[in-house]
């Protein structure tokens, strides 16, 4: 296995594994997968899901190139540009990623096929819309047995979904602690009385956990026969639940941002004339705004760059951008629910499986716009600490610097006379040029902030 | 690209659940259907698609 490096996410699943080869990802189906993975192509459930875009691409190789005795055919999947993680996205993401499970559940049937397992880790957002990646994911249906990652859908999608929705959107990020899904008798211990009395709650949520806490009769059940349509029904009231959610969110800092904020029309106007100018004169794969808002910069980078990443520590704003996205038909915008100052950590087994986000980013353009105070003086990041990690993920710099007579700096600078030294625009300007020359500096009118263009020496 | 493949347990109860859940769902179904004929029968609103849902959740 010269130059081939299997995914560390790869494992579990004895079908097959992931491997990277020559900078591009593979996937190696084993002989035991063989008659399933047949199946897919032959049943027209492959062709299918692909015209609906619902599933990856893939082109089949008859190359062993891991050499392995198991191997049955390489595929070689349409490549992502960017993977991202389900504690990553905003409400509306996650509940997309559960209806496309179900849907393909269900065109699966159809085709004689069924799910064998149901992450939303098995969901990728491509071009502004979910995609399953997991080819390996389908096996032959037998019509008398249930489904057999009900379970599995349920803590992975359905209880992070319903106390999102009952409780707050934070529980999405539980996901990253319990990434194999939130157990019902979590859910059942933190949702109100009165979430008995619907009826489909009660079925997925509060009957689970009654009956695993009385284990020992459940085995009988695998006697009793089940049939294609109890699990279309199963399936229909699982849609119609999902669909039903609404999000609930306790506190939102940043949505009215734009609306509210004491900032001018014309500072945010005259800003997007510049930042548009200058985005004309570029262009690239992947732009990265951090600090997004509700991504009015992000749409401007994404008619220069291939895939913009939006990334916010707001989940309200993410949400408002993936749902502006998806109608506005800006397919290459990826809002991600991030915070820049504590980015997602790696996790998972030997803390590999699955990477960090500062690992995962590899930009062309990091646009860093009205950002760099809430990073120095709100979270007591070193000027030079914000230097090394914008080096470090991209080539070219957009950033803006908000200067300390500015009503909004001086207004957090009151209490915090410490910060003088380090914040202001000349030690700004000494730490940036260490790393970065500065090709562009220009003051936004209406304002007294300076927008720069750097490029990394 | 990244599996995350959890095999379950079919003795876990899951299959269980199931059984009760598709049970109760058929019955709600039919009893959708009653209401749809009861509604239809008196000459009420065609559309019980608000009922339907609620009965769904």
């Not at chain 1, 849907?103 to 491509?126: C, E, R, W, Y």
């Not at chain 1, 992947?286 to 895939?307: C, Q």
Request: some cysteine; hydrophobic content about 40%.
């Amino acid at each position: 296995m010269n130059n081939l490096k299997k995914h560390p996410s790869s494992f579990r699943d004895p079908s097959g594994f992931v491997f990277e080869y020559e900078g591009k990802l593979y996937r190696q189906v084993n002989k035991r997968y063989a008659d399933d993975y047949d199946l897919l192509l032959s049943s027209g459930l492959y062709d299918e899901l692909l015209k609906g875009g619902k599933l990856i691409a893939h082109q089949a190789l008859q190359q062993n190139l891991t050499g392995s005795n198991d191997w049955y055919v390489t595929l070689l999947p349409e490549q992502i540009q960017f993977i991202s993680y389900p504690y990553e996205w905003c409400f509306d993401q996650l509940k997309d990623a559960a209806l496309l499970t179900l849907d393909i559940l269900q065109i699966s049937l159809k085709h004689g096929m069924v799910l064998k397992d149901a992450t939303p880790f098995n969901v990728q957002f491509v071009n502004g819309k979910p995609i399953f990646i997991d080819t390996l994911s389908f096996e032959k249906y037998n019509d008398t047995e249930p489904w057999v990652a009900y379970r599995q859908f349920v803590e992975c999608f359905i209880v992070p979904l319903v106390l999102s929705s009952y409780k707050s959107t934070d529980f999405i990020r539980q996901l990253q602690l319990n990434p194999d899904g939130l157990s019902t008798s979590f859910a059942a211990k933190l949702l109100p009385f009165k979430s008995r009395f619907r009826l489909s709650l009660l079925l997925h949520i509060f009957l689970p956990n009654n009956i695993s806490t009385r284990r020992k009769n459940a085995s009988s059940a695998r006697h009793t026969s089940f049939s294609k349509q109890k699990m279309l029904n199963i399936i229909d009231n699982l849609q119609s639940l999902i669909r039903t959610l609404k999000p609930r969110r306790l506190y939102s800092v940043w949505n009215n941002y734009y609306e509210e904020t004491i900032l001018s029309n014309d500072y945010l106007q005259a800003k997007s004339i510049l930042v548009t100018k200058w985005l004309n004169e570029l262009q690239g794969n992947i732009a990265i705004d951090i600090g997004t808002n509700t991504g009015a910069f992000a749409i401007d980078a994404s008619k220069r760059y291939k895939n913009v990443i939006a990334v916010d520590a707001d989940e309200l704003c993410i949400d408002e951008l993936y749902k502006k996205c998806k109608t506005g038909r800006r397919e290459n915008i990826l809002p991600l629910w991030v915070d820049i100052t504590n980015p997602t950590p790696a996790i998972g087994w030997a803390n590999v499986e699955r990477a960090g986000f500062i690992s995962r980013l590899n930009a062309d353009l990091v646009m860093a716009l009205a950002v760099i105070h809430h990073l120095v003086i709100g979270s007591n990041i070193r000027m030079k600490q914000v230097v090394d990690i914008f080096k470090h993920i991209t080539n070219l710099l957009l950033i803006e610097f908000v200067p300390e007579e500015d009503p909004k700096v001086a207004e957090m600078l009151v209490r915090r006379a410490d910060i003088f030294d380090e914040y202001n625009q000349q030690n700004f300007e000494t730490c940036f040029s260490e790393e970065f020359n500065i090709l562009r500096k220009e003051t936004v009118s209406s304002s007294m902030r300076v927008l720069y263009l750097m490029q990394k020496k | 690209m990244l599996n995350n493949l959890l095999y379950i347990d079919p003795g876990s109860g899951s299959y269980l659940v199931q059984v009760i859940a598709a049970a109760v769902l058929g019955v709600a179904f039919y009893f959708k259907t009653f209401v749809a004929w009861v509604k239809s029968f008196f000459g009420g609103k065609k559309n019980v698609s608000d009922k339907e849902e609620k009965i769904n959740e």
